[in-house]
């Protein structure tokens, strides 16, 4: 069993759970909040603090809200992560009370979209399958970088990274896994403390 928010936390996100979250489970998109189910620990310690009771467990969620448990899955992958509360949206309390909410919510976005809307600096890394590598919209071909010193690639990745924001690595197949790896163990030598790793479909 996980936890769900559901369809009244949008264009409201009242963040009193977040608060007492012991593993940081929220994520946070422009106009609502989602729990990763992977991450929740099935505490219960959210629920009660929601003042529009928009969390629920996900065998508890009414016929009108079971979608909300994909939708939860869907954008914990896409929105950063919060762990600390905040002021409510300004509209909260004129929309707290609306029941048909869904259509506020954009579900075909991406990781760099969801970071400009609510404010979070983000780095995104990407390496595609195809033999290509991006750093925060550089792109670099592996088969060039395979043939220079490994100096260089570190400070390519140095002078294309935010230092202490968030990296977002996502990898598509298995073509260049050995990359992967060197990616990860720069970003842990270099102190990127907050690292999540995403695999892509082919």
Not at 87 to 101: G, R, S, T, V, Y
Request: charged share 30%; proline share 4%.
């Amino acid at each position: 069993m996980a936890f769900v928010v559901t369809e009244a936390c949008i264009k409201c996100k009242y963040t009193d759970c977040v608060e007492v979250c012991p593993v940081d489970c929220f994520y946070e998109g422009p106009n609502f909040l989602v729990i990763h189910p992977d991450e929740c620990i099935d505490c219960g310690l959210c629920e009660p603090e929601c003042p529009i009771e928009a969390i629920l467990a996900d065998d508890e969620l009414p016929d009108d809200q079971i979608e909300f448990i994909e939708i939860n899955a869907k954008l914990a992958d896409v929105y950063p992560n919060i762990s600390e509360a905040k002021q409510p949206l300004p509209e909260a309390d004129e929309f707290k009370d609306i029941k048909d909410k869904k259509h506020f919510l954009n579900l075909d976005v991406s990781n760099a979209e969801i970071a400009n809307d609510v404010g979070v600096k983000t780095n995104e890394i990407f390496l595609y399958s195809s033999g290509e590598l991006e750093i925060n919209n550089i792109k670099i071909e592996i088969k060039d970088i395979s043939n220079i010193d490994e100096s260089i690639f570190r400070n390519t990745l140095i002078d294309n990274l935010l230092k202490d924001e968030v990296v977002h690595l996502n990898v598509q197949g298995k073509a260049f896994h050995e990359w992967a790896m060197k990616i990860m163990e720069f970003l842990q030598s270099n102190n990127f403390t907050d690292v999540k790793l995403k695999t892509l479909e082919d």
